[in-house]
């Protein structure tokens, strides 16, 4: 007899996206003839082609793996130094973070959840409410909850609470947590944190011995420069804190998988004994042994992203980006409705209809206009009277969105 993780048993029916996409298909299947209308908004999938200079890289590193004389086995399980090196040279240039403190991965989700590997048990963990699932659920597979109650909240959890009046940035908890899971530019909610309040944040983590764990996926929508990219720019970050950072919503690479985590090397833990053990050295043996590498044209076409040619085109993805989430929050302001983020995230946050749950607001959506949002309440009982809708489409597509939403809403 095998006995199973029970702890999976304690999950909340489906992940939030399967579950949806299950809802849209029992729709498309009941409703043949209305299926070609529906539009995509809910989860936060890119929708344009992968930018020239990263398709250019990708062949070329295809046609290096086609030829003896260039071709690649295993690669380094952090990443080719090429890709490191560059990921400092353009995105961390002056921080203070190294090379060998990076290290390259097939996705941010994994990432996220995988870094549980190296945390011991009975820390506690600090999850903002509303949140990206994966935290939450990778803590409950990892036995780090009790059951979750009929709103969804895990015991043992410690949740923030974000709302319109903490412009849906957690405020620093009056006790003390282990672990912290902050993200910002935030999905779901598309806010963002000022530099006051990362150094609240950082305070907070160096004061109480905690780790926070930073991630940045949306850092490339930031449109005011006032606001950090990276929690490295705060001060002290260097002893307290982990950040991830992924190509899949500034590259497009959704569909490629590319991602790294930055550990430096300062960050430490405590072992059983009390001694302090950095988390670098933890998670490079981690990485070691589960993982071998992204794939080598996968990191070529990475490291395209920091070219010249790469990030004129990558800024020009996320002006497109960046222009659907303004004409979203133009259409829902207009409406009436309370709207957030949308400013430096690719991610609109609205508030139901008045009477309207968010699975009201979903069901709603999907059965009158055939528009496909993301309940707010499956990000958390926070939630609750929120939905998201993702700009990530094509503008034709977002103009029709906002069409029926009017005629919907109005
Ligand atoms: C989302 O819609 O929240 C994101 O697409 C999820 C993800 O990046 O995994």
């Not at 489906?14 to 996409?21: K, R, S, V």
């Not at 003390?176 to 899971?181: F, G, M, P, Q, S």
């Not at 996926?217 to 449109?223: D, G, K, P, S, T």
Request: hydrophobic share 40%; aromatic share 10%; net charge negative.
């Amino acid at each position: 007899m095998a006995a199973i993780n029970s702890n999976f048993l304690k999950l909340k029916a489906g992940y939030l996206f399967p579950e949806i996409a299950r809802r849209v298909k029992a729709y498309s299947e009941a409703n043949p003839a209305m299926a070609p209308r529906i539009i995509r908004c809910g989860i936060g999938d890119v929708t344009e082609p992968l930018p020239p200079a990263v398709v250019n890289a990708m062949h070329e590193g295809v046609e290096e793996m086609a030829n003896r004389e260039t071709f690649k086995g295993y690669g380094p399980e952090q990443g080719y130094e090429f890709l490191r090196q560059a990921i400092v040279d353009h995105q961390f240039a002056g921080l203070g973070i190294s090379a060998d403190e990076i290290f390259v991965s097939d996705g941010s989700k994994c990432d996220t959840g995988n870094i549980l590997d190296i945390f011991g048990k009975g820390n506690v963990i600090a999850i903002t409410d509303p949140v990206y699932p994966v935290y939450v659920d990778t803590n409950v597979m990892a036995g780090n909850t009790g059951a979750a109650d009929d709103k969804g909240a895990y015991a043992g959890l410690l949740y923030l609470p974000c709302n319109a009046e903490n412009g849906f940035v957690a405020a620093v908890p009056e006790t003390k947590a282990d672990l912290i899971y902050l993200c910002f530019p935030n999905n779901p909610t598309g806010a963002v944190a000022t530099r006051a309040q990362l150094e609240a944040w950082v305070r907070y983590a160096r004061e109480t011995d905690a780790i926070i764990l930073f991630d940045a996926a949306y850092e490339a929508f930031i449109q005011d420069p006032a606001i950090p990219h990276s929690i490295f720019e705060i001060e002290g970050a260097r002893d307290c804190a982990i950040e991830f950072r992924s190509f899949s919503k500034n590259g497009g690479f959704t569909g490629v998988r590319c991602a790294y985590v930055v550990i430096p090397k300062t960050v430490t833990g405590q072992a059983e004994d009390g001694s302090r053990v950095p988390l670098h050295q933890l998670w490079s043996r981690r990485h070691s042994t589960k993982f071998n590498g992204a794939s080598y044209p996968v990191q070529k076409a990475a490291a395209a992203v920091f070219s010249e040619q790469g990030k004129q085109e990558v800024a020009a993805l996320i002006g497109h980006y960046m222009g659907n989430a303004t004409l979203l929050r133009e259409a829902c302001t207009e409406l009436g409705l309370p709207v957030f983020g949308g400013e430096n995230a690719p991610y609109v946050w609205v508030g139901c209809p008045a009477g309207l749950s968010s699975w009201d607001m979903f069901d709603k959506m999907l059965n009158e206009a055939q528009v496909v949002i993301t309940p707010g309440s499956g990000f958390g009982s926070a939630g609750e009277g929120y939905f998201r809708i993702s700009a990530f489409n094509s503008r034709e597509n977002v103009r029709e969105v906002c069409r029926r939403l009017k005629a919907l809403v109005a």
